[in-house]
């Protein structure tokens, strides 16, 4: 890969997270993550918490955590769970701490910081009780507030870096896909197809945070639970089948698309109805998508193409959420695309655009794709997966 070095990458990120918080009036960040909700820290450092999560009771309840203390004026200090390779990370002052809130604490003191206003980033996996215990050790004149939107609003726009590593991603997005799609026969069941690709997957050192599938006539989930798809129950002929893969790939950037096709290949009037839509949904919505336009206006001309063609609202959903994507980094990402969602596009920008619709009857189909913005449009990341895998 090129461009700039990954020292370079993160030391870049840093000083605009430094920026962004004296803009705020901060002195300061705490950003906090864990081992699957990982995001912030390894966006700014490069570090990924490796260690199990264990129960709140536990003696050792903050494994699987790490954090970063930022100050505006001053070198960071990464908290980490377990002792990592110095050349793995962005950080020069690099810490094991078994209790890691107390940890945080005493860096943020020998970097001057108690009796400061620091920005707590990471309120998705930091504990109640970890923050009560860092405002308890950093005493009542440190002011400690919710500062998430700082490194959300960063890790919107990616940088030519991070395009890189995405662009692999949704290269070995493909082939894992593809694999899965070229496994589907009668008689295997969605445990089997889901085994091919996760061979390929791991060749290619990726991981799979899920592998969503739905399948038969009409088209519905086995359960909500883990694992996300049926390894008992045989496909048959005309089954109807849909593929949500996501995970990891490159420096932990994700890949994240949907397929759907029929075993055997021979859809029906009805399941090609539904297939179609759900492209039709993606394509519809790729085509607003360009520098300047809103999240909103991305939603709302789904729901128009939805309504427009005979479906509800949001689709066929199955008790989802009413959304048509998100965007892509480090995992899902905001924005969401939401009703009123008010972000702008920009040119660097990731988005998946994703639909299950469909009917009763069938069932539903799902098609989602990677989508990059440019300076002018979209570029389609996965566009090398082919999206009619029937005749």
Not at 351 to 376: S, W
Request: hydrophobic share 40%; aromatic share 8%.
């Amino acid at each position: 890969m090129t461009g700039a070095s990954d020292r370079e990458e993160h030391l870049g990120r840093q000083e605009r997270a430094r920026a962004a918080a004296a803009e705020a009036g901060l002195d300061g960040l705490i950003v906090w993550s864990q081992r699957t909700w990982h995001g912030d820290v390894t966006y700014l450092t490069a570090h990924q918490a490796s260690f199990p999560q264990l129960p709140d009771s536990a003696a050792w309840s903050e494994k699987s955590s790490s954090a970063l203390v930022l100050p505006v004026d001053g070198e960071p200090v990464l908290l980490v769970d377990t002792p990592f390779a110095r050349e793995q990370l962005q950080v020069d002052d690099v810490r094991t701490e078994v209790f890691l809130a107390r940890g945080v604490a005493q860096a943020a003191r020998d970097r001057g910081l108690d009796g400061r206003r620091l920005g707590l980033v990471g309120s998705t996996v930091l504990r109640h009780s970890a923050a009560l215990e860092l405002q308890e050790q950093l005493g009542p004149a440190t002011e400690l507030v919710w500062a998430d939107g700082i490194l959300e609003r960063l890790r919107m726009v990616k940088s030519p870096w991070e395009l890189e590593r995405l662009r692999r991603a949704a290269a070995v997005g493909v082939g894992w896909m593809t694999t899965m799609l070229e496994a589907v026969e009668p008689g295997r069941t969605e445990g089997d197809v889901v085994g091919e690709g996760l061979r390929y997957l791991a060749s290619k050192g990726g991981y799979a945070s899920d592998v969503i599938v739905a399948s038969g006539y009409p088209a519905r989930p086995k359960s909500r639970g883990v694992p996300s798809w049926n390894a008992e129950r045989p496909l048959a002929t005309g089954d109807l089948l849909r593929i949500d893969a996501f995970g990891p790939v490159t420096g932990g950037y994700y890949t994240d698309f949907a397929r759907s096709t029929v075993v055997g290949g021979e859809p029906t009037e009805e399941q090609r109805a539904v297939l179609e839509a759900a492209i039709g949904l993606v394509e519809t919505i790729a085509a607003e998508m360009r520098p300047g336009t809103t999240i909103g206006r991305l939603h709302d001309a789904g729901v128009e193409f939805l309504t427009a063609n005979g479906f509800p609202a949001h689709g066929h959903f199955e008790g989802f959420w009413p959304s048509f994507g998100h965007s892509l980094g480090l995992g899902t990402e905001r924005p969401f695309v939401i009703a009123g969602a008010p972000e702008v596009l920009e040119p660097n920008m990731v988005l998946t655009i994703e639909i299950v619709v469909g009917t009763p009857e069938v069932g539903g189909a799902g098609f989602e794709e990677m989508l990059l913005v440019t300076v002018d449009g979209v570029e389609v990341l996965s566009e090398a997966c082919k999206p009619r895998w029937w005749s």
